[in-house]
C-alpha cells in the first residue's frame, strides 16, 4: 500500500534541506514515527458533529500510527477543535461530500470497507479481516452512519458489549478498533507490507517538515544555491 501524500506538488529534497534546523530530538522522533506509520488500516467518519469527538478520532489514528484520515459531511461543516490542533499536521486529512464518493477513494485505493454498523450480518470486531488493507468507518454521536453505508461497504462489524449500555462514544470505539486492528496486523504481518516503505517515509518527511517550516517555498531555493 503506497503512501500518495496529499499535496503532489511537495519537494523531493525537502526533508534533506530542511531537517538540519530542527534539533537532534526532533529530527529522531519524525524519523521514528515516520517508520511506524501505516497505510494498511484507514479511518473514516461521517457527520461526526462534536468537535471534540472529531478531534479525539484523528488524534487515535495518529496515536496508533494511521495515517489517512477520511472525513464524509452529509450535513453541517467539518471543524475540528483546539485538541487537533498540531496533530491534524502529522496525519492526512480527506473529505468527501457524499457516501458514495468516498467509497469509490477507498475501493479505488485498494481497502476493504467496513462499516461500524450493527445488524444480524455484522461480524465482531476481533473477526474483521486482516489479510487485505482496511478501512473502518463510524458514524455519528447521535444517528450512526446512513444507511448508504450498510448498502455499499464490503461487510459491517460491531464491538463486542456485556454491559447494560449498548453504544459506546464514537472517539472510545474508533480508538478501540484501530487498536485491535494494528495489534492483530503488527503481529500477523511483516514490517514491510504494514509499515510505509523507506520510499513512502521519505515522502512522508518531506510533507511533515514543509508543514512544520511554512517559509519553505522561500527557503528551499536558497538552500539549493548554497549546497552547490
Known amino acids: 500500500m503506497n503512501y500518495q501524500p496529499p499535496d503532489q506538488n511537495i519537494p523531493l529534497d525537502a526533508w534533506d534541506l530542511l531537517s538540519p534546523q530542527l534539533t537532534e530530538k526532533r529530527r529522531d522522533r519524525m524519523l521514528?514515527?515516520?517508520?511506524?506509520?501505516t497505510q494498511f488500516v484507514r479511518l473514516a467518519i461521517q457527520d461526526v458533529h462534536q468537535p471534540h469527538n472529531v478531534s479525539a478520532c484523528i488524534r487515535s489514528a495518529e496515536a496508533f500510527g494511521v495515517q489517512s484520515v477520511d472525513v464524509v459531511t452529509l450535513k453541517g461543516k467539518f471543524s475540528t477543535s483546539t485538541v487537533?490542533?498540531?496533530?491534524?499536521?502529522?496525519?492526512d486529512i480527506y473529505r468527501h461530500d457524499s457516501v458514495d464518493q468516498c467509497?469509490?477513494?477507498?475501493?479505488?485505493?485498494?481497502?476493504?470497507?467496513a462499516a461500524a454498523f450493527p445488524h444480524g450480518q455484522a461480524v465482531a470486531l476481533e473477526d474483521l479481516p486482516i489479510d487485505k488493507p482496511i478501512?473502518?468507518?463510524?458514524?455519528n454521536e447521535h444517528e450512526g452512519l446512513a444507511l448508504e453505508w450498510r448498502?455499499?461497504?464490503?461487510?459491517?462489524?460491531?464491538?463486542?458489549?456485556?454491559?447494560?449500555?449498548?453504544?459506546l462514544n464514537?472517539?472510545?470505539?474508533?480508538?478501540?478498533t484501530l487498536h485491535s486492528l494494528t495489534s492483530r496486523i503488527r503481529k500477523a504481518h511483516n514490517p514491510q507490507s504494514f509499515h510505509l516503505s523507506s520510499t513512502d517515509q521519505k515522502?512522508?518527511?518531506?510533507?511533515?517538515i514543509c508543514r512544520q517550516i511554512k517559509t519553505w517555498p522561500s527557503q528551499l531555493p536558497r538552500l539549493r544555491t548554497d549546497r552547490r
Not at 515522502?203 to 511533515?208: A, K
Open 135 to 139: 478501512a473502518v468507518v463510524f458514524g
Open 103 to 113: 467509497i469509490r477513494h477507498l475501493h479505488d485505493s485498494g481497502y476493504i470497507v
Open 32 to 37: 521514528a514515527t515516520a517508520a511506524n506509520r
Open 203 to 208: 515522502r512522508l518527511l518531506n510533507n511533515w
Open 151 to 167: 448498502e455499499k461497504a464490503d461487510l459491517c462489524f460491531t464491538i463486542p458489549m456485556y454491559g447494560i449500555v449498548e453504544s
Open 170 to 176: 464514537i472517539s472510545v470505539s474508533a480508538a478501540i
Open 84 to 91: 487537533a490542533r498540531g496533530v491534524d499536521e502529522w496525519v
